[in-house]
């Protein structure tokens, strides 16, 4: 601790705010030169750290309700203390990090620090040709769920022959901290009008409930990136007995058939001629901490110059840039956060001794664990 703290932006990179350097490495590792490292091993001689600290009060309408943090970006690693307790680390600099703060609030307050270094050994895969930053460079915030909370819903639609009608669906994940009976809503909205309502009543939720709602629907706006058509699908909650609303909550969503036939991709049956370019998360000010108007100037340039698609090379952006691409219209090829170029490539000469995760079962293992959790 120290009574001498500076200030500090975030979203934001530590080195483009005096400490430490940018470094732009390609195919190298940015520690290759100074320490001889194995796949794995983090970097002991010099791996620099920064310490953020913040103190926040707790609205009152969230008392005894949970409270999460959810870190959008952070690079590379993370530890996180709450009230000088450990509450948990991660990796991924380019995936969503949420950790429960419940358990540690003290008095509706909580302060909070975040030990965030430079490196990792999941920088071993994140080798990606770029300027090397570090720092909580996404949006962080907090929120509180209610007792009956939607965790996850996942919208599709089957387009019938000629596209005239569709069936849409939304397999939805509820979750309850008591025994409640709820009445579940999905509407489905075209420029703020109701076009398509569907009901279950009397749904008794002990802990989880599984359900899927859906409804047939005529005439279907269709979505391209040529024609962006974007519909709200939204939920409501309400609790059976009082009718009070407890939840609500929206998705944007567009009607589209994508397929393939003898090799040729098709979007509502029409064939796609792909106008792409590759995209870095990257402003000249701010490096990978990037704003709306950052994402919409690039997005406008790209359709001003006759694109309708983009390759996010090479990590998944942040969610806000999925949101404009769907409602100006862009294709979108996204990409994992794995690029190990360094292990298996040493001065544009091959390396094949330390190459990662080459066809090691072991990733495969691990990767088809992760997902079933995912999805269970």
Request: proline share 5%; glycine share 6%; net charge negative.
């Amino acid at each position: 601790d120290s009574p001498n703290w500076s200030k500090i932006k975030v979203p934001g990179h530590m080195e483009l705010q005096g400490y430490g350097e940018p470094q732009y490495v390609n195919t190298m590792y940015p520690w290759d030169g100074r320490e001889n490292l194995e796949p794995g091993e983090v970097p002991k001689e010099f791996n620099p750290f920064g310490v953020y600290k913040t103190e926040v009060v707790i609205p009152k309408d969230w008392k005894d309700r949970p409270v999460y943090i959810s870190f959008q970006g952070v690079e590379s690693c993370l530890e996180l203390y709450c009230n000088d307790e450990f509450v948990g680390y991660s990796e991924d600099s380019f995936t969503p990090s949420e950790f429960d703060l419940t358990p540690y609030i003290k008095e509706g307050k909580a302060e909070i620090k975040a030990k965030v270094y430079k490196w990792c050994s999941g920088s071993w895969l994140e080798d990606q040709d770029f300027w090397r930053l570090s720092g909580i460079f996404r949006d962080v915030y907090l929120y509180s769920t209610p007792e009956v909370h939607v965790k996850d819903m996942f919208i599709t639609s089957e387009l019938g022959s000629g596209f005239k009608k569709a069936n849409l669906k939304n397999s939805l994940k509820i979750e309850s901290e008591r025994e409640i009976t709820v009445d579940i809503e999905m509407q489905l909205l075209d420029k703020n009008e109701v076009v398509l309502s569907v009901e279950e009543n009397a749904l008794k939720i002990e802990k989880n409930l599984k359900i899927e709602l859906s409804k047939k629907f005529e005439n279907p706006k269709l979505w391209s990136a040529e024609k962006p058509n974007l519909y709200e699908v939204r939920v409501i909650v309400k609790d059976s007995e009082s009718g009070k609303i407890i939840e609500e909550c929206s998705q944007k969503f567009g009607f589209r058939k994508f397929e393939i036939e003898d090799k040729i991709m098709k979007i509502n049956g029409e064939r796609i001629v792909f106008k792409g370019v590759n995209r870095h998360e990257f402003s000249c000010y701010n490096g990978r901490a990037v704003s709306e108007e950052d994402m919409i100037w690039d997005i406008k340039f790209l359709k001003a110059n006759n694109f309708n698609a983009v390759r996010t090379s090479h990590y998944p952006n942040q969610t806000r840039w999925y949101e404009l691409c769907d409602e100006y219209g862009l294709y979108v090829i996204d990409e994992v956060n794995l690029e190990t170029h360094g292990t298996w490539q040493i001065l544009g000469q091959p390396c094949p001794e330390k190459v990662i995760p080459n066809n090691n079962p072991e990733w495969l293992e691990n990767v088809m664990d992760r997902t079933k959790s995912m999805f269970e």
